[in-house]
């Protein structure tokens, strides 16, 4: 059994929290615990206890997971490209993502999906979900309507880049 982690970092990012029972660990492996996130600033630690035997069966679960799916909502930093062929598990977490600027700031819950691959010697961790565009520099796009009059339509756009364990947004 390992500790498995990965960090999200984002100045725009106001809160990160893992999904109960959105957990999936490849068949018969090892896990003490359910993912946990820490903050410190502007990055969100998640850590997660558990084997890290990858199956095929677990990368199309993942795959299947995001709806819109395939190599253009998809993303690892390092040795990923298309999607992933062998994933030890992966869960999803509410990405809580402040827009705008000035008076006019809305916050807007993103969910993302996160999962732990191989890449050479190492473990790679890939970041799915349909408000990712991944066609030349992956972006992650938030758009959406307002709740509060005049409902205005707001937007947002983030590049995101990463390596092995870590995935860094920075607003365009």
Request: net charge negative; with cysteine; glycine share 10%.
């Amino acid at each position: 059994m390992s500790e498995n982690v990965v960090t999200l970092e984002c100045d725009s990012f106001s809160k990160v929290t893992y999904v109960s029972d959105s957990l999936y660990v490849t068949t018969g492996q090892p896990i003490t615990s359910t993912p946990t996130v820490t903050q410190s600033e502007n990055v969100w630690t998640i850590s997660l206890d558990c084997g890290r035997e990858g199956s095929e069966t677990t990368a199309e679960k993942f795959n299947q997971a995001i709806t819109a799916g395939g190599q253009y909502h998809e993303f690892a930093g390092k040795g990923g490209g298309g999607v992933p062929d062998k994933l030890n598990f992966f869960f999803q977490v509410l990405i809580q993502i402040k827009v705008g600027s000035g008076p006019t700031t809305y916050d807007f819950i993103t969910p993302v999906w996160l999962a732990q691959g191989h890449y050479l010697l190492t473990n790679n961790w890939w970041i799915g979900c349909n408000s990712i565009i991944n066609v030349g520099k992956p972006v992650l796009l938030q758009l959406g309507y307002t709740s509060s009059p005049p409902y205005p339509l707001v937007e947002e756009m983030f590049t995101i880049s990463g390596g092995t364990s870590s995935f860094k947004f920075k607003k365009l």
